[in-house]
């Protein structure tokens, strides 16, 4: 991988009409050109505020769940021949000035996947429940998956082209944020946590994940590890 | 025979339907031939059970199980949980199917927003 190669960033968007506009802004500000925005079947004009900047825009005719929208943008990023892929939300929580640090250990060959760790980093405006559940998510991925990090279900991280091909994501939903950890340790990949800041906001907290979801990843993954 | 009014009531029916899906093990299309002959030996048990109800009870007894209507009972219980997790598993490979159709259609109706900013 060269200094020269330009990231593919991927954003899986449902329902982000009034948040997905200020995000893409600051994202082409920043200088990045090859957008993905997956429009995971939503119910508002978030495709049609996609489309008003020179970005790709791809639609889920169904709502399918982050996950799969992930996959989604990844596959059409990989088939474009994307080198690098930063995993993006569209809410605003991430930082764009903040992908060169993301990108950086891929870039150099160090990591096949860097991770971004808000408790590494910062957690602006995290409530205490939310602190709470993702801690638990934490100690249940090093239970279950068996990868040691300092932070899991967060949505900003960086996949070389050799991770990302080896890293299908098949839970449609939230679980599969442990899944890329599963698909890591099996692959032997190497990885490496960069620390980021999410900026949580009354807006995002509005949309976002109730902390129950937790409950629904865990079900998910259990039951999907019974199904082949 | 001396039946009872619920044995009137279901009996049969159950005979009646076991005759139905045998007629259909014997003309049906070879892929469906392993589920008809399956309703067919369920109607036939069923049908013998509420033809001599001790039968159960003897069957049961003869399996460590006190009373016949604890059999059916737990025999219902397997059932149950096999069918729950057969189509948990169907469904879950469905979902799988149908997000290889929604994904593969996103990627090939791929389309490239405005080039020039008119973002009002």
Known sequence: VSAEVEPWVVIAAYNEEPRLALTLEKLLAAGYRNVAVVDDGSRDATAEVASRFPVWVLRHLLNLGQGAALQTGIAFALKQGAEVIVTFDGDGQHDPTEIPRLIAPILSGEADCALGSRFLGKAENITFARKLVLKGGVLFTRLVSNVRVTDTHNGFRALSRSAAQKIKITHNRMAHASEIYDRIREHHLRFVEVPVTIRYSAETMAKGQSSWGAVRIVLDLLLGRVVK | ?120
């Open chain 2, 1 to 120: 025979v001396n039946f009872t009014v619920f044995q009137w009531v279901v009996f049969p029916p159950l005979v009646l339907l076991a005759l139905l899906d045998g007629y259909r093990v014997l003309f049906a299309k070879p892929t469906f031939r392993r589920d008809r002959f399956l309703r067919f030996v369920v109607w036939l048990v069923a049908a013998a059970a509420v033809f001599n109800p001790a039968l159960a009870s003897e069957v049961a007894a003869a399996v460590g199980i006190g009373r016949g209507t604890d059999l059916v009972l737990y025999l219902f219980v397997v059932a149950f949980l096999f069918a729950a997790f057969y189509f948990y598993s169907r469904s879950v490979r469905t979902e799988r199917q149908l997000t290889q159709v929604v994904r593969h259609i996103a990627v090939m109706e791929a389309k490239r927003g405005a080039e020039n900013a008119n973002r009002s």
